[in-house]
């Protein structure tokens, strides 16, 4: 039997309105093929946006959350599963970071969403103390970031990895911090160039000359030019 098509009566004029990034509908949403990663991503967008900063979102809360259970449509264990697998497809897929710690005799994971801010407050709990101790119990460890390997990077960015390009892989890894890797990556993605020997210049331009924290707006398009006209720009597609 078909499930029944459940009406709308359309936005209001007087609601609040929540911006999205560019980024989602450019890259982002083409990329997702998940209903229920697509529902658990805006969810966690809208969420953000209400709060004003990034949130640290606890996997055990998002799990058991009746709004979610309610948004997917589904309750008990199969909405819990089904919000388990969503985190882990959003996480695999870069849309959130993972934080994990330990927790008594258990792991405590959660996440923050992969912006700028949310970057910043992973990386500032990841560097933190461990939690004050509470009613005599020992407060949890501090939180680790769950960084992508390369090669998790590069087939989420580029494609396939092919054994040719592997070596070079491992070497940037021994070369460079992750978190620029990670971000070299990400700038070729935003500039739909998805080319290693491009990710390779950002990295070797920054080792020689410094890595830049924030690179936005008018000031994006200068920085983007000199790997375009530099000397890796033959492997641009424009």
Known sequence: MAKRLLGFVGFDEEEETIGLP???FQHL???????????????????RAQAGAPVLFLRRELEQDPE???????DGQRAENAVGLAL???AARGTLLT????????????????EPAGRRLAEELAA???APEAAGEPGPAPWRLQRPNIFVLYEQNIGLLQPL?????????????????????RIAAERNVRNWRYVRAILERWAQEGKQDEITGRDSEGYGRRYIEGKYGRYVKR
């Open 165 to 185: 390009i592997a070596e070079e892989l491992r070497e940037a890894e021994r070369t460079y911090p992750m978190s620029w890797i990670e971000d070299a990556f």
């Open 128 to 130: 933190g103390e461990p």
């Open 22 to 24: 560019a980024s989602f």
């Open 88 to 90: 882990e497809r959003a």
């Open 99 to 114: 934080l994990r710690r330990a927790r008594g005799n258990q792991w405590e994971e959660a996440y923050v969403l992969n």
């Open 68 to 74: 979610l259970h309610h948004i997917l449509g589904l």
């Open 29 to 47: 949403l083409p990329a997702v093929d998940d209903l229920t990663e697509l529902k658990l991503t805006l969810c966690l967008l809208y969420r």
